[in-house]
Each structure stands twice: as C-alpha cells, then as structure tokens.
C-alpha cells in the first residue's frame, strides 16, 4: 500500500508538472488540465451571459493556478503519507496523534511548498529530506511562474484592444467606402498594417491562448466585435482601381483567413467561412443586453 500512495503521489506531481510547462513553456500555450478549467469557466459564465463581465479571465487563471497548486500539495502528501508520522520530528507541544495521518501529510506538503519553514515539523528519514527541499524549490517555480502568467497575458491583451479601437475608428469615418479615392500608397500600407496586426492577434491566440478568455466591458475594446470591419476593408480593397491597393487587400484576406482558422480550430464552431468564424467569435464574447 505504501508503495500505491507513492507511485500515486508521483503522478499527481508529474501531471501537474507536464501541464504547468505545457501551459506557461511550450509553444502552444495550452495544458490539458489547465485549458479544461479555462473552458469550463468560459462555458459558465456564457451561460449567465456573461454577467460577471471582465472578471471571467482572471478568476479563471487563478482557479488554474489553484488546481496547480493543489496537484502538487496532494502528489507531496501522498509521497509523505506512509512516513507519517514516524519519518518527522515534532517540535515540543505539536502531538502528532492529535491529527490524522492524512491531515499531517497534507499539512506538511502545504507548509513545504509554500516555503514557509515553520520548524513545527521536520523530516529525519533521509529520503524525505531530500525530497522536501525538493519540493520547495517546486513550490518557489510554481509562484513565480503564476505570477509571470498573470503579468504576460496583459501585453497580448493590450495589442487585441488598440486593434479593436483602429477598426472602429476606421468604421466610423467610413474608410472602407473610401478606399477607392485615397491616394493608393498610403491606402495600401493601412491594409498592409493591418494585415501585420491581425496576424499579431493570431500568433498571440495561439501562445497566450488564454487571453481569448478575457472579457471587454467597453465594446469599443472589443476585438470580436469590431472584427468585421475587415471583411468590409478586404472587400472594398478587392474592387480598387490600383494594383498596389489589390494586393495589401489579398495580404489582409489572408491573415484574416488564417485568424478564422485559429478561432474555428480552438474555440468556436462555425462554417468555413472568415464571416461565419467572425460572427461566432462575436456572439460567444456577446454579454446579454448588450452588442
């Protein structure tokens, strides 16, 4: 049995492990455990329409962060779990028969990965202290990299607004309709700028795939209801008298092919289609209400 709660508490640890890299490491940006607890946490609040507003993302990071947290207290209490409580020394006054074994293990696991050190409870067994420091170190990679997660998503979170605010502006004056009398240099390199920023979108959809999670109270901020206005571009571009405009058209028609292709494969369902996969990226960020 002994050897199960370890080989158990192993795993635990390794799973949490592999999806902290997955999520924070590897080029994806994506950890099974850590994109369910976004997913399910985006499928609630949709659900109450998306009352709770701007608080969706962040709330749904530090569930994430908790999860993590707590897979790698549990995997270290079930490793401590048959040395308990034998494979310790107890500082005068802390009776370990006052707790149960289970509630020892996870207090010291607890106690170890948050790097705390009260000195109540320490490991003799020579085993267990190599692994507790082993687990501190764990714990002290754990904060920092939730700390750097929350402070990465704001920057692709800032370019997705400014996209959204330049793609309203150019709806309000009505640049789309214009295009045809612009002078043509200066209408292809928007088009051309456009093109490169929406392609930044994408690329941060796929490395900081939670930021599409982040809800915008003002819609003026929001990139998935602005969005259309490049089909409205891309079209307008497609009919110009010039080459030059033509073709920053085609250069803007296709990241915006390839931001549909991003959104359809890992967040919305629609036809294949950029408008279909726009209107579904703006009806899953609609709140109730409100457009």
């Known amino acids: 049995m002994d050897v199960v709660l370890t080989l158990a508490g192993i795993a635990l640890i390794v799973m949490g492990l592999l999806d902290i890299f997955h999520g924070l490491l590897h080029p994806s940006g994506k950890g099974a455990l850590g994109h369910a607890v976004l997913v399910g946490a985006w499928r609630l609040s949709k659900a109450t329409g998306h009352r709770a507003g701007s608080v969706v993302g962040p709330a749904a990071m530090v569930a994430v962060v908790l999860v993590w947290v707590g897979l790698q207290a549990l995997g270290w209490a079930l490793v401590y779990l048959p040395h308990v409580p034998g ?21 010291i696991s607890l106690v170890t990965l948050a790097t705390l050190g009260f000195g109540d409870v320490v490991a003799v067994d020579p085993v267990l202290r190599l692994a507790s420091p082993i687990e501190a170190l764990t714990g002290f990679a754990l904060l920092t990299a939730a700390l750097t997660w929350f402070t990465q998503v ?3 979170l800032s370019r997705r607004r400014s996209l959204a605010l330049e ?3 150019l709806a309000d004056e009505g ?3 214009s295009i045809p009398q612009l002078d043509p240099v200066a209408a292809a390199g928007v088009l051309h700028t456009l093109a490169a920023e929406v392609d930044k979108a994408r690329i941060d959809l796929t490395q900081y795939n939670e930021s599409y999670y982040f809800q915008e109270e003002d819609p003026a901020l929001s990139l998935a209801r602005q969005l259309p206005c490049t089909l409205l571009l891309r079209d307008a571009a497609a009919t110009a008298p010039t080459a030059d405009v033509r073709l920053a058209g085609a250069r803007l028609g296709g990241a915006l092919e390839q931001l549909a292709h991003k959104l359809r494969k890992d967040f919305v369902r629609s036809g294949p ?12 960020h609609r709140r109730h209400g409100r457009r």
């Not at 500082?91 to 006052?98: L, Q």
């Not at 289609?273 to 899953?284: G, K, L, Q, V, W």
């Open 87 to 107: 494979g310790f020394s107890y500082s005068p006054g802390v009776d370990a028969s006052d707790y149960g074994d289970l509630a020892e293990a996870l207090y």
């Open 175 to 177: 640049w789309a309709g």
């Open 154 to 156: 704001y920057p692709p």
């Open 273 to 284: 289609s950029p408008e279909e996969a726009f209107a579904a990226y703006a009806e899953d």
């Open 167 to 169: 793609l309203k502006s």
